[in-house]
């Protein structure tokens, strides 16, 4: 079945960037998202990459595809303690748009 | 704000309870889903409801039953629950046959079953 997979924990300095990594196993995928939590609330979508693209930009986000490898990445650059949260990577299964599989979320501490 | 509410935010019941969870989408959009979120294990999808059609995960319990009456409402009726499905309930809505499907999510019921 699907799987995707992240570390659990991130530690950086406020203005360094960051980046968090997730492997997943579904080359099938079209869609793959990051999703960011804060404590005691839902998920927030942050950007997303379609398949056929390597790179994303978007303001201090940049999302990295290798889909040889399977491996996304998202670069958050000039990090603040406003970003501590836990960062969720999501895969569609394969072209099925409304099912997605989450990793078990990246906690990023940024420290002052 | 993402124009997803749930109600009610935190929610404790008996194992021998009934209770509904409520979720109300505000975007238009014409899908919607409950996600079960535990401590230790990644965010599981529990239902789809998507253009009327109702799609569900096969290992999700019998005594959680959810209830689409229109596309902007969304319910999960739970009755005689366990201790382990004490968890974070979200919900969340997206439009689809859109470019990309990007799903919205509200901010979540914390449930504890006694």
């Known amino acids: 079945g699907e799987d995707v997979e992240q570390s659990l924990f991130l530690s950086v300095r406020e203005g360094d960037s960051s980046v968090i990594n997730c492997t997943y196993t579904d080359s099938s995928s079209t869609y793959l998202y990051w999703y960011k939590q804060e404590p005691g609330a839902g998920l927030q979508l942050l950007t997303y990459?379609?398949?056929?693209?390597d790179m994303k930009q978007d303001q201090r986000l940049t999302v990295l595809l290798n889909k040889k490898d399977k491996h996304l990445s998202l670069r958050i650059a000039d990090t603040q303690t406003g970003d501590s949260a836990i960062y969720f990577c999501?895969?569609?299964?394969?072209?099925?748009?409304?099912?997605?599989?989450f990793g078990g979320g990246t906690r990023l501490m940024v420290k002052p | 704000e993402t124009g997803v509410t749930q109600t009610p935010r935190h929610l404790v019941m008996g194992m021998t309870n009934k209770k509904s969870l409520k979720c109300e989408q505000h975007?238009?959009?014409?899908?919607m889903y409950w996600y079960k979120q535990s401590a230790k294990k990644p965010l599981e999808l529990m239902f789809v409801y998507s253009l009327e059609e109702r799609v569900e995960n096969n290992s999700v319990p019998s005594r959680f039953s959810p209830e689409c009456p229109n596309s902007s409402h969304l319910f999960l009726h739970l009755h005689t629950l366990q201790p382990e499905d004490s968890a974070l309930y979200l919900c969340?809505?997206?439009?689809?046959?859109?470019?990309?499907?990007?799903?919205?999510f509200g901010p979540g019921t914390r449930l504890t079953v006694t």
């Open positions: 969340a809505s997206s439009q689809g046959g859109g470019s990309s499907y990007e799903q919205y």
């Open positions: 975007l238009g959009h014409n899908a």
């Open positions: 990459i379609f398949s056929n693209m």
């Open positions: 999501a895969v569609t299964k394969g072209n099925a748009g409304n099912m997605l599989t």
